[in-house]
Each structure stands twice: as C-alpha cells, then as structure tokens.
C-alpha cells in the first residue's frame, strides 16, 4: 500500500499545497472541504431517518482523513454522530487529534483497518483511493465493507477525470505526484464486486461558486460527469 511516510512529508504544507493548486478556481482548499460535508451530513441524515433508533448517534469512519479538515464540519453539524478516523501518516493524525479532541483517531499501515468487523454504520473516503494502488482498490474496498454492519453504507469521494480542471489541478499539485485516477465507472464496477449493493453516484462540485443556490444547482445535475469530483455510494447487504 502507500508508503505511510509520503503524506507525512507533506504535512506542513498539505493545506497550501492544495490551496496553490485550486486558486485558480477563486476558492480554497477550505470550500471544497465545506461541500463535501454538506454532501456526508445529507447522506447521515437521510441514513439516520431511516434507521430504527433515529436517536442513536450514528458510528461513523473516515478513512484516510488526513488532518481532518473536514471534521468540524460533521461534529458541529447537529447530526448525532460517534466519529472515528484514520489515516496511514501518524504524524498527520496526532495533528488531527489536537484539532478535533472528540474525534476517535488512529493510524495504521494501510492493510487492515485495527476495527472490528462490522463496528460502524457508515464508512467514507475522501481522495484517498486515488493514492492507493490499483491493485490494491479491491481490498481496500472489502475492508470498508467489512467493517460496516448489515445495512451500513460506504461513500467513496473520488476526483473526476473526466474534468480537465480537475486534471490540471492534479497535474501540478505535490501531494498529487503519483496519483492515479479512478473512472467513476471503474469504481462502481468495482463497489458492486465487493458485493455491495444499491450502488449509486453523483458528480458534485460543479462550480467553484458559493451559496445555497450554487448548492441547489449541483445536486440537481449530479448526474452530468462533468463535475470536478463524484462519490460512489453503496450499501451492505
Ligand atoms: C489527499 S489526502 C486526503 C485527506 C482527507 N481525506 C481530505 O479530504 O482532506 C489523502 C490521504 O490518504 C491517506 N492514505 C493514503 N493511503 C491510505 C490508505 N491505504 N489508508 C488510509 N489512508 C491512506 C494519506 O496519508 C492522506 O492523508
């Protein structure tokens, strides 16, 4: 799996690095963060009402979280959560913990997550496959299935290639040195082979322009693969 070293070396500059790469766009690292939230905290929601205790704060894992940029926006988001996260860069995840003291964080090497089977509801990704090799996607995937109960969901964020912002974007940003792309085609097929099933997709971040409407606009055309990035979601059975 990916060397646990490389994300390690880039933890001083991780959020500029990424911030350089998207200027262009007019927003910051922060922004894209922001809306993929807004996208975890729908799915939690929608999750939570359908589940038999909708008062039973949800067990969630982010897997691959880095520094955990995104968390403040799940804990402060009124959702009833009990968030754990991990990530292969030790030195990234003691700086997480400092941020986010009510996160449950760990690292470990990239093979099988330290997790009971079956410990969480919900297991999500975010532009973490993309660093882990192809010949690697398919355990990687039956680790998050495994780790998910009966009825649990897994989400996937992947960038899109399709986009040629996005592969710009990833061409010239560091950390980004030896991604390789998933095609959300691929990822799909590839859910659906770690039996998986109800697999579904959407493309998101269709502008880089902020507010409610922009929002509204995006999740309306989830559907065009034009988005700069897409997630696979998909639950166990
Ligand atoms: C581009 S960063 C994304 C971080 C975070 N998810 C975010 O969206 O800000 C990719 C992260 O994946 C982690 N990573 C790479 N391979 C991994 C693996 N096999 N398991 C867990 N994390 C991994 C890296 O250490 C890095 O922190």
Redesign the pocket.
Known sequence: ??A?Q???Q?KET?RSD?DNAVAFSGQS?DFF?RV?AEYLVDMFKDFQAKSADPSKPLRVL?????????HPYLVDSGVALKLSA????AT?VDEAKAMNPTVDYKS?E??R?PYDDQSFDIAY????M???PPA?WPA?LDEMRRVVRPGGMIAI?EHNPINPLTQWIVRTCP??ENAVLLWNRRLSALVAQSNMVDVTSKYILFTPLDGPAYRKFDKMIGWLPLGAQYYVSARRP
């Open positions: 799996m990916n646990p490389e994300f390690d880039h991780y990424i690292h963060t993929k982010d897997i691959g979280c880095g520094h955990g940029h995104i991990i990530d292969v860069a990234v470990y990239g093979e997550l990704t975010i532009a973490v993309h660093h882990v690697q990687f964020f950390i980004d």
